[in-house]
């Protein structure tokens, strides 16, 4: 009798990737149309025309010029798609003062030849309706601007002066000038536009982002559930059972706990019976000597995890020096952070400075070595397959698990954010205020623990079992050995059997 121990279905691993992949452009092609559609809606004149003032536009030289901000379509752009496009562009300017002004359009290069070597203003953005302008020193007199032959378009005059010009291909620059190309420019402009297409396009791009939304949460969906087959059922005893006798049903295959295969990854905790209510408020400063410990433990775990990447895609198989450096670290920052952080501040012993299993310490994790490892997966596990749980991770940890391409993994599993830092807070209040700690939050956090290191051990190319979307719940791992009772015995009798490994802090 055999458990049939089959992983995430390959498909249903790259519809999870996928989904996830396609979520956020999705979204944001949906917000982007509606956003565009709502403006064009709100924004338009009776004209149709979206329009934005420019107030106070002045110069103490000849000219102000705008190239390249508004009017650009470059020399080889297709009539069909200006056609397509019908962008109108609307001037108007209202002149501050009793000469007549000068609006105009040309060729960006023929206006610079015009009024190279004056002292003029070109506009270089625009911040809130306020023009910022780049200065340009010289002569403070030009021929003017009427006399010139090269404008497609032009409105001169006194009072608010008006013109529109359908853009053609080329590269544009508008100009306000006095009509005498006298210095001293002052006016109050509005620049309208007016484009066919804004509507089409804000229509299909949010068409196109229900789209894409729809098929990612499809995807999503489709590859999370189902994702593991249960393991075998026992074959059936041969021969008809004798009459009268009730057949009892076969016995589960070791480690299989509700037809599911175990997990490679082990995590367990036992929550202390005699929690102080106040030590958690310090426990991270006690932890500071092995905060430091483990951050030169994780660089080498970083380094070691990018050699025996090398080494599983050459020979399949993961160096077993390395496996056992790497587990220890992580049994090492499990232990820290269950005494000091998102853990769950689950126990006042303080952790022993060891890479070893330390069967005693109430908190444990094991990894099952596995003799041969896919060459393939080493090279998309880390940075594409497990994107799925990357994000959940975010979630529940706000951002305390950083996953670098430069150098590895590297993972800061003593962080506190997010959701997990929430319920490990919650909990500590509890503890604080009526001396016991919620067994119901020490479940789900020590779940949502026991998801984190299944994850960071897939992405570290420690296992090829992807790891399930699922929360198992409590200090004890599905399927495995429970962690001993505490023993029960007189006072002084438990003391000593509860002796702790390493020095024993604020008792």
Same mark, same amino acid.
């Given at each position: !009798?055999c458990?049939?121990?089959?992983?995430?279905?390959?498909?249903?691993?790259?519809?999870?990737?996928?989904?996830?992949?396609?979520?956020?452009?999705?979204?944001?092609m949906?917000?982007?149309?509606?956003?565009?559609?709502?403006?064009?809606?709100? *924004?338009?004149?009776? /004209?149709?025309?979206?329009?934005?003032?420019?107030?106070?536009?002045?110069?103490?030289?000849v000219?102000?010029?705008?190239?390249?901000?508004?009017? @650009?379509?470059?020399?080889?752009?297709?009539? &069909?798609?200006?056609?397509?496009?019908?962008?109108?562009?609307?001037?108007?300017a209202?002149? @501050?003062?009793?000469?007549?002004?000068?609006?105009g359009?040309?060729?960006?290069?023929?206006?610079?030849?015009?009024?190279?070597?004056?002292?003029?203003?070109?506009?270089?953005?625009?911040? %809130?309706?306020?023009?910022?302008?780049?200065?340009?020193?010289?002569?403070?007199? @030009?021929?003017?601007p009427?006399?010139?032959?090269? &404008?497609?378009?032009?409105?001169?005059?006194?009072?608010?002066?008006? !013109?529109?010009?359908?853009?053609?291909?080329?590269?544009?620059?508008?100009?306000?000038?006095?009509?005498?190309?006298?210095?001293?420019?002052?006016?109050?402009?509005?620049?309208?536009?007016?484009?066919?297409?804004?509507?089409p396009?804000?229509?299909?791009?949010? #068409?196109?982002?229900?789209?894409?939304?729809?098929?990612?949460?499809?995807?999503?969906?489709?590859?999370?559930? %189902?994702?593991?087959?249960?393991?075998?059922?026992?074959?059936?005893?041969?021969?008809?059972?004798?009459?009268?006798?009730?057949v009892?049903?076969?016995?589960?295959?070791? %480690?299989?706990?509700?037809?599911?295969?175990?997990?490679?990854?082990?995590?367990?905790?036992?929550?202390?019976?005699d929690? #102080?209510?106040?030590? &958690?408020?310090?426990?991270?400063?006690?932890?500071?000597?092995?905060?430091?410990?483990?951050?030169?433990?994780?660089?080498?775990? #970083?380094?070691?995890?990018? $050699?025996?990447?090398?080494?599983?895609?050459?020979?399949g198989?993961?160096?077993?020096?390395?496996?056992?450096?790497?587990?220890?670290?992580?049994r090492?920052?499990?232990?820290? #952070?269950?005494?000091?952080?998102?853990?769950?501040?689950?126990?006042?012993?303080?952790?022993?400075?060891?890479?070893?299993?330390?069967?005693?310490?109430?908190?444990?994790?094991?990894?099952?070595?596995?003799?041969?490892?896919?060459?393939?997966?080493?090279?998309v596990?880390?940075?594409?397959?497990?994107?799925?749980?990357?994000?959940?991770?975010?979630?529940?940890? %706000?951002?305390?698990?950083?996953?670098?391409?430069?150098?590895?993994?590297?993972?800061?599993?003593? *962080?506190?954010?997010?959701?997990?830092?929430?319920?490990?807070?919650?909990?500590?209040?509890?503890?604080?205020?009526? *001396?016991?700690?919620?067994? +119901?939050?020490? /479940?789900?956090?020590?779940?949502?623990?026991?998801? $984190?290191?299944?994850?960071? +051990?897939?992405?570290?190319? !420690?296992?090829?079992?992807?790891?399930?979307?699922?929360?198992?719940?409590?200090?004890?791992?599905?399927?495995?050995?429970?962690?001993?009772?505490?023993?029960?015995?007189?006072?002084?009798?438990?003391?000593?059997?509860?002796?702790?490994?390493?020095?024993? !802090? &604020?008792?």
């Amino acid at each position: !009798m055999c458990a049939e121990v089959v992983v995430m279905r390959p498909g249903r691993v790259v519809a999870l990737v996928v989904g996830c992949l396609l979520v956020l452009p999705g979204i944001g092609m949906l917000l982007g149309g509606a956003a565009l559609g709502v403006g064009v809606a709100a *924004g338009r004149d009776d /004209d149709g025309f979206v329009s934005a003032d420019l107030d106070g536009v002045r110069s103490d030289g000849v000219a102000v010029t705008a190239e390249g901000i508004v009017l @650009v379509a470059e020399p080889d752009t297709p009539d &069909w798609l200006l056609e397509w496009a019908s962008v109108d562009v609307r001037l108007e300017a209202a002149a @501050v003062g009793e000469r007549p002004l000068f609006v105009g359009i040309g060729p960006e290069d023929e206006v610079d030849a015009y009024l190279a070597g004056t002292a003029h203003s070109e506009v270089e953005a625009v911040d %809130g309706g306020t023009p910022r302008y780049r200065e340009q020193d010289g002569r403070t007199e @030009v021929a003017p601007p009427s006399a010139q032959g090269f &404008w497609v378009a032009t409105s001169e005059g006194t009072g608010t002066r008006s !013109m529109t010009w359908e853009v053609t291909a080329g590269r544009w620059a508008v100009v306000l000038m006095h009509a005498d190309g006298s210095p001293g420019v002052a006016a109050d402009v509005t620049v309208g536009v007016d484009a066919g297409m804004l509507v089409p396009v804000a229509v299909a791009l949010g #068409s196109v982002g229900v789209l894409v939304t729809v098929l990612a949460i499809v995807l999503v969906v489709v590859g999370a559930t %189902g994702g593991e087959r249960p393991a075998t059922p026992a074959a059936p005893p041969a021969g008809p059972p004798a009459v009268g006798v009730p057949v009892p049903p076969p016995p589960p295959p070791v %480690g299989v706990q509700d037809g599911r295969p175990p997990s490679p990854v082990r995590l367990t905790a036992r929550l202390d019976r005699d929690l #102080s209510r106040w030590q &958690w408020l310090v426990k991270w400063v006690l932890a500071i000597p092995h905060l430091v410990v483990l951050g030169f433990l994780w660089l080498a775990f #970083s380094l070691l995890t990018v $050699v025996a990447g090398f080494a599983i895609l050459f020979t399949g198989t993961y160096p077993r020096a390395i496996f056992d450096f790497t587990t220890g670290v992580l049994r090492w920052t499990w232990r820290v #952070s269950y005494y000091a952080a998102s853990g769950g501040l689950g126990t006042d012993r303080y952790p022993p400075f060891s890479l070893g299993d330390e069967p005693d310490y109430p908190a444990t994790l094991d990894i099952d070595y596995p003799e041969r490892l896919s060459r393939g997966l080493v090279l998309v596990k880390w940075w594409l397959l497990a994107i799925p749980h990357y994000i959940i991770i975010g979630l529940l940890t %706000g951002g305390g698990y950083r996953w670098v391409t430069d150098d590895g993994v590297r993972v800061d599993t003593t *962080g506190g954010g997010g959701i997990l830092g929430i319920l490990v807070l919650v909990a500590a209040i509890a503890l604080l205020v009526t *001396g016991r700690y919620p067994q +119901a939050l020490f /479940d789900v956090i020590i779940g949502f623990n026991r998801w $984190v290191y299944r994850v960071i +051990a897939y992405a570290a190319l !420690m296992t090829d079992a992807y790891p399930p979307f699922r929360l198992d719940q409590g200090g004890d791992e599905p399927g495995g050995t429970p962690l001993p009772t505490p023993p029960t015995g007189p006072p002084d009798t438990a003391a000593r059997d509860l002796a702790p490994v390493g020095p024993r !802090m &604020w008792s």
